[in-house]
């Protein structure tokens, strides 16, 4: 089986210092990524934990598409 950190997308993320960023799907959390990690050796990665699932839903947050994008873009918003 190849090694993920020989692609030169993960040595590019790496090389700019760029986390790769880890988003799971509903309805499972962020602990789906948790053999990816170990994969991924001394790269930066960031899983991030999406409302209600794995973490507190904010106050008024709405449960939807939309929102949920605008949450994830202000979550990964420090790394850009």
């Not at 880890?22 to 959390?29: A, M, S």
């Not at 699932?53 to 202000?74: K, V």
């Amino acid at each position: 089986q190849r090694d993920p950190r020989s692609s030169p997308v993960w040595s590019a993320r790496y090389r700019l210092g760029m986390p790769a960023v880890l988003v799971h799907g509903v309805p499972v959390t962020s602990r789906v990524w948790d053999a990816v990690h170990g994969l991924l050796g001394d790269f930066d990665v960031v899983a991030v934990r999406l409302p209600g699932f794995g973490s507190a839903m904010p106050s008024g947050f709405e449960p939807n598409m939309n929102t949920y994008a605008d949450w994830l873009l202000e979550a990964i918003s420090p790394f850009d």
